[in-house]
């Protein structure tokens, strides 16, 4: 159990989860008093963010949340779902992009997109971002994306091990900078969070037997932080 005050990936783990519930609700109540608890929630929610986010409005933030607020089971929130794609070649290195928006290097990752599976949404983000053409090979992570401190919305990505198949390198115009094949003692500078997977990712490239990686139960879950370097 963490001791003393909670750290702000605390509150910003509990400000998602209060407006998730919050905005859940709405979406299935037809009760003017509920309507307003659970906007009340909002409220709290939003203060609690503005904390940690410098130069957040929080009635700026009710507003937004509101906006994404459905009906029925089209409003039950949920987190967001991205890819991300470990793609090795023959000799053993990493396909990596730099972002074009931050400038940092990491495997090409993107949102899951509706009518794909995210295998099928890996090999087209791949393609997409680098030119590369690529098969999956297994499911090698499912992080917790708060919790791993990479985010501060709710979201759940999805790596998987590939396979260069074809393809010539050619960057996005729009999302990538710069893309390459670099090895695990020669990664770009910056790479993102790379003491969270580089390790794990090389020994999947070398096929090695590499368990997937996921994030054990917390005990209890809301004064929890584990280590984000922990599997």
Request: charged residues 25%; glycine residues 10%; proline residues 7%.
């Amino acid at each position: 159990m963490t001791d003393g005050p909670a750290t702000e990936r605390e509150l910003i783990r509990w400000a998602e989860s209060l407006s998730a519930i919050a905005r859940t609700g709405l979406g299935f109540t037809d009760s003017l008093y509920e309507q307003e608890r659970f906007e009340e929630i909002l409220a709290v929610a939003a203060d609690i963010r503005s904390h940690v986010v410098g130069g957040l409005d929080p009635k700026r933030q009710v507003s937004e949340w509101l906006d994404t607020v459905g009906s029925g089971v089209a409003g039950y929130v949920t987190p967001k779902i991205t890819v991300g794609a470990v793609v090795g070649d023959d000799d053993g290195k990493l396909l990596m992009v730099q972002r074009a928006d931050s400038g940092f290097w990491l495997f090409p990752t993107g949102w899951a997109d509706v009518g794909y599976s995210p295998a099928e949404v890996v090999v087209k983000e791949v393609k997409e971002e680098t030119g590369i053409e690529c098969e999956i090979i297994r499911p090698i992570a499912i992080l917790d994306g708060q919790r791993r401190g990479f985010t501060r919305i709710p979201l759940v990505s999805l790596v998987f091990h590939c396979r260069v198949i074809g393809g010539e390198l050619e960057p996005h115009p729009l999302e990538v900078a710069d893309t390459g094949f670099f090895a695990e003692d020669s990664l770009p500078h910056p790479t993102a969070n790379v003491e969270t997977w580089a390790e794990h990712a090389f020994r999947a490239i070398r096929g090695e037997d590499v368990e997937v990686q996921f994030d054990e139960p917390r005990n209890p879950v809301w004064r929890s932080d584990p280590d984000p370097l922990t599997p």
